[in-house]
Structures are given as structure tokens and as C-alpha cells.
């Protein structure tokens, strides 16, 4: 199994409404990541967990909260967004311990925040 | 902080060869990746480089120059389902803990 599920695949909420992504994988992966990504431009990294441990937070506003339940599963909790924050969501995953292999990448959370 | 350059957009031509070019600046670097993203989709892995010289996977190839901070992606025998994003990105960090940064993307698209 080298996939990371990611539900949902769409999203619309209202700037009041508080929501979770959810991300998962089962290959044994030891770090997990978030990233943002809008039209036309690059993935950009949110968030990072090594070991069920944030250990980076790319100067995220609050009103995005992740959660690492276990070594498989990602959230991505939700509250009181702004229309600029409709993007992509990208969820990945990676050996931990081993900086030389790829990233296998989720399908993505496409959100509109309305 | 980190720079990641490629060219916004390129085309080429059904079964040439097309060239992307990828240059960075990053503190603690661990290899750089190349990937590949069709509209509406998840990135996917096409190479990794971490040491200087050419990696070759069927009709890609990578090449990486770490003194130069330099990388480019060759596409041979290109066909029509190779229009997509490519994405240089960059593994930052100390081996324990990794951030894999994405240059800002190159658009290809093939002609007939």
C-alpha cells in the first residue's frame, strides 16, 4: 500500500463553520506534512510531524490546527477561515529517517471557504 | 530562507527533448526532488539527486550541481500526456527533522 487518503476530497464552509481534513497512510511513515497549495503555484509547507510531534509550523495563522492522532493518521482542523484561505490541501508522507526518499503525496482536500 | 527558480512556463514539441532548469539557495540541504503535477491532481515523484552528476530513469534524467545550487530535469521522446507542472523541490534540514521546499514550478506544454 503506497497511498495517503485524504477525505475530503471537496469542501465548502462558511467563514463561521469549524471542519476537519483528514489524512492517512500505511506504509510505515514516520513523518507527515501539510501543505497549502492555490492556483497555478507551487505546494507550500504548513506544517510537519516527526514521530506524532509538530516539529515545524511555517508561521501558520491559529485558525489552522493540526492534530496527529498516530502514526497514520493527519488532521487538519478548521475555524473561522477567510475566503483567501480556498486552496488545495495536500497531505504527505515520508521515512522519517531516511532524508533520500520521496514524499508520496495525497489526491488533496480541495476547500472554498465562502 | 530559501530560493527556488524555475521558468514559469515552457512548450515543446511531440517527441523532442525538452530541458527545465532549477536553481536554488538553501541552508542544510539533503537532495533535491523533481515532480511531476497534472492539473487537479497530487504531485508524484519522477527523481531524487544528492550527490553532483545525472541520474537517469528511462526518459527522465536529473542532473544536480550542489557548488552551483543548480539542477535540470530532461525529458526525452516527449509525448502529449507529459504536459503538466514540474516541481523542483528542495529536502532542508539536519537529517532528522526535513522540510521538502517546492520552487515555483515549471508549466510544460507539448504540441503535436
Known amino acids: 500500500d503506497t497511498e495517503v487518503t485524504q477525505t475530503p476530497k471537496h469542501l465548502v464552509m462558511g467563514m463561521t463553520n469549524k471542519k476537519s481534513l483528514k489524512c492517512e497512510q500505511h506504509?510505515?511513515?514516520?513523518?507527515m506534512y501539510w501543505y497549502k497549495q492555490k492556483a497555478k503555484k507551487p505546494p507550500e509547507l504548513m506544517f510537519v510531524?516527526?514521530?506524532?510531534?509538530?516539529?515545524i509550523n511555517e508561521s501558520v495563522p491559529s485558525r489552522f490546527s493540526p492534530e496527529c492522532p498516530n502514526s497514520s493518521l493527519l488532521n487538519l482542523h478548521l475555524h473561522a477561515l477567510q475566503p483567501e484561505d480556498s486552496a488545495l490541501y495536500l497531505c504527505?508522507?515520508?521515512?522519517?529517517?531516511?532524508?533520500?526518499?520521496?514524499?508520496?503525496f495525497g489526491q488533496g482536500t480541495r476547500l472554498t471557504v465562502v | 530562507g530559501q530560493n527556488i527558480d524555475q521558468p514559469t512556463e515552457m512548450t515543446a514539441t511531440e517527441g523532442a527533448i525538452v530541458q527545465i532548469n532549477c536553481t536554488y539557495q538553501?541552508?542544510?540541504?539533503?537532495?533535491l526532488f523533481w515532480y511531476q503535477q497534472h492539473a487537479g491532481e497530487a504531485p508524484t515523484f519522477l527523481s531524487y539527486?544528492?550527490?553532483?552528476g545525472l541520474e537517469e530513469k528511462g526518459r527522465f534524467s536529473s542532473f544536480l550541481s550542489r557548488s552551483k545550487g543548480y539542477s535540470y530535469l530532461l525529458l526525452k521522446e516527449l509525448q502529449m500526456k507529459d504536459s503538466a507542472s514540474y516541481l523542483c523541490?528542495?529536502?532542508?534540514?539536519?537529517?532528522?527533522?526535513?522540510?521538502?521546499?517546492f520552487g515555483t514550478g515549471t508549466l510544460l506544454a507539448v504540441q503535436p
Open positions: 504527505a508522507s515520508s521515512h522519517e529517517d531516511r532524508a533520500n526518499t520521496e514524499a508520496f
Open positions: 506504509m510505515g511513515h514516520r513523518a
Open positions: 510531524y516527526s514521530y506524532e510531534k509538530l516539529s
Open positions: 538553501t541552508s542544510g540541504f539533503n537532495g
Open positions: 539527486n544528492v550527490l553532483d
Open positions: 523541490a528542495v529536502i532542508e534540514g539536519d537529517g532528522a527533522t526535513n522540510k521538502l521546499i
